[in-house]
């Protein structure tokens, strides 16, 4: 069974920093692109970033570049986002989710979503 | 950046055949992807590449996609499908996954 849970998530302050993990389990790992997409209260869903099956390939929506980092360690069957110099507007729940296809660069559907972990920016 | 427009909310009676749309510029050329959403739970992908279904997922809910706009069709509409609905594309101009506003989908 597919299974992404993702933990890390708690109430910052503006300015600061957090690390969010997504554990895998239940495919092969190096096999799949993942993302982070976000939900603030009440909103849509809006895409955070996505790394290619090999890491080959990192993308970020223009609200984050250059705040978030997303990384993966297959030893760990693990997926992170580094989120730095956190503003009021980064609130939201932020899910993973895995590509559908095998070893895709983009264009690829969402098939596993986690449950998602929240964050809060507020001092 | 890309945009993609649904409807805030549609309602319709159980039995019926609920359509919903989304629009995006010259969209029939790109692959459209659907999520169900219910409250408290993550999305669901029910539709992918326009018109094909993820596994377990009902025959009732079918897609088209041409011009400016997608749709997204739930036939014999059931309680259970109440829920929000979001499309996404890959927008290959900004290297950017896009999903639509969403639209709110009530079971009468």
């Known amino acids: 069974e597919v299974q992404l849970v993702e933990s890390g998530g708690g109430l910052v302050q503006p300015g600061r920093s957090l690390r969010l993990s997504c554990a895998a389990s239940?495919?092969?790992?190096?096999?799949?692109?993942i993302h982070w997409v976000r939900q603030a209260p009440g909103k849509g869903l809006e895409w955070v970033s996505g790394?290619?099956?090999?890491?080959?390939?990192?993308g970020y929506a223009d609200a984050v570049k250059g705040r978030f980092t997303i990384s993966r360690d297959s030893a760990k069957n693990s997926l992170y986002l580094q989120m730095n110099s956190l503003r009021r507007e980064d609130t939201a729940l932020y899910y993973c989710?895995?590509?559908?296809?095998?070893?895709?660069?983009?264009?690829?559907?969402?098939?596993?979503w986690g449950q998602g972990t929240l964050v809060t920016v507020a001092s | 950046s890309y945009v993609l427009t649904q409807s805030p909310s549609v309602s319709v009676a159980p039995g019926q055949t609920a359509r919903f749309t989304c629009g995006g510029n010259?969209?029939?050329?790109?692959?459209v992807h659907w999520y169900q959403q219910k409250p408290g739970q993550a999305p669901v992908l029910v539709l992918y590449?326009?018109?094909d279904r993820p596994s377990g997922i009902p025959e009732r809910f079918s897609g088209s996609n041409s011009g400016n706009t997608a749709t997204l069709i739930i036939s014999r509409v059931e309680a259970g499908d109440e829920a929000d609905y979001y499309c996404?594309?890959?927008?290959?101009?900004?290297?950017?996954?896009?999903f639509g506003t969403g639209t709110k989908v009530t079971v009468l």
């Open positions: 989710a895995k590509d559908i296809r095998v070893r895709t660069v983009d264009d690829d559907p969402l098939d596993y």
């Open positions: 239940g495919f092969s790992f190096d096999d799949y692109g």
């Open positions: 790394i290619s099956w090999n890491g080959g390939i990192i």
């Open positions: 010259n969209i029939g050329s790109k692959s």
């Open positions: 590449d326009d018109r």
């Open positions: 996404q594309v890959w927008d290959s101009t900004s290297d950017h996954y896009v």
